[in-house]
């Protein structure tokens, strides 16, 4: 089947570090991929990771636990920049992106 | 730079009317491109796979007889909502894979917002 979740909203603190869970459950996987939404505006790219294990882009960080079907986006040093929906999506046996509802993150000073 | 371009931002026209919007990529070529609508505080759904020179394929749910779509050449993908009503206003948003690869990631078009009245 497909099935993937993630916290619908968070809220978070200038400055701090916040962490984006994401659970998934399928039968064939290629991958989880992260994206950041701003408000009425397309999705853009952050992250991609297959193996296991933490992937570091500047602030960004996404960590992958293939056999637990766990993800998680952390943001460190957050911005007022960053409010932002994260949408989290797998990809299948496929390669078919299965997309989460995304996270609003809200960013206060 | 944005590499996926598309065309129009907004659009608002009556009920049954057609729209064209219309997907290009920028300095390489998409084979594939894909269509994506988000309704608000929703997930992205996929549409339809748009694939150069040969028909779409389409979601289940989605019907391609409203829901045009032409992959003409190597750059341009289109997709007409044809006789819109307003349970079709949405943000409607194209990828594609600058990169060869099925599991490379998707870069968006800037969407476009329909509304229909």
């Known amino acids: 089947g497909q099935n993937i979740d993630q916290p619908t909203e968070m809220t978070a603190t200038e400055g701090a570090i916040v962490q984006i869970n994401c659970t998934y459950q399928t039968s064939g996987f290629n991958g989880l991929f992260w994206y950041q939404q701003h408000a009425g505006e397309a999705p853009t790219f952050l992250s991609y990771?297959?193996l296991d294990g933490l992937e570091e882009k500047g602030r960004f960080s996404s960590f992958l636990s293939r056999s637990k079907g766990y993800s998680y986006l952390l943001l460190k040093e957050l911005q007022m920049k960053d409010s932002a929906s994260y949408l989290c999506a797998y990809m299948d046996s496929n390669y078919q992106l299965i997309w989460g509802a995304g996270t609003k993150l809200i960013i206060k000073p | 730079g944005a590499v996926v371009s598309q065309h129009p931002s907004w659009v608002i026209c009556k009920s049954g009317t057609s729209v064209k919007i219309e997907c290009r990529s920028l300095d390489f070529q998409a084979t594939t491109m894909f269509w994506y609508r988000q309704f608000p505080k929703q997930s992205l759904m996929l549409m339809a796979t748009s694939n150069e020179g040969s028909k779409a394929t389409y979601e289940q749910g989605v019907e391609k007889d409203k829901f045009l779509i032409n992959h003409a050449s190597l750059t341009l993908s289109t997709l007409t909502v044809t006789s819109a009503h307003p349970e079709d206003s949405s943000f409607y948003i194209c990828?594609?894979?600058?990169?060869?690869?099925?599991?490379?990631?998707?870069?968006f078009g800037n969407g476009t917002r329909l509304t229909v009245t």
């Open positions: 990828s594609a894979r600058l990169v060869r690869g099925d599991n490379s990631p998707l870069h």
């Open positions: 990771n297959v």
